[in-house]
């Protein structure tokens, strides 16, 4: 069992940068490879970035490719993404999730889910 918490959302000028984390519960986060998924009212979930266990491989949606980065940290359990170049069209909420085997772009892959966190982008 894993259990995910986001945090490091808010309200942010086009432009301008947040860094999101994700904190991770348990010993074997270290194997989990990780995603980070966004959502807007009425739509689907949508692939942002992940990452592999190791962090040796990172995959990234090409709405995102050049303005975010994903990375890990798993001596302290957390997932992060650094989002610069923010546009209004990146306003939603932010889930990270973690999969036992590799990574995805398909949110059904994922085994455990965050809360999310909220990301506004005013133009």
């Known amino acids: 069992q894993v259990q995910l918490v986001e945090s490091g959302g808010g309200l942010v000028q086009t432009g301008g940068s947040l860094r999101l984390s994700c904190a991770a519960s348990?010993?074997?986060?270290?194997?989990?490879?990780m995603g980070w998924f966004r959502q807007t009212p009425g739509k689907e979930r949508d692939f942002v970035a992940a990452?592999?266990?190791?962090?040796?491989?990172?995959y990234y949606a090409d709405s995102v490719k050049g303005r975010f980065t994903i990375s890990r940290d798993n001596a302290k359990n957390t997932v992060y993404l650094q989002m610069n170049s923010l546009k209004p069209e990146d306003t939603a909420v932010y889930y990270c999730?973690?999969?036992?085997?590799?990574?995805?772009?398909?949110?059904?892959?994922?085994?455990?889910w965050g809360q999310g966190t909220q990301v506004t982008v005013s133009s």
């Open positions: 999730a973690a999969r036992r085997v590799g990574i995805t772009a398909r949110h059904l892959d994922y085994d455990y």
């Open positions: 990452i592999s266990a190791s962090g040796a491989s990172t």
């Open positions: 348990g010993r074997t986060f270290s194997k989990y490879g």
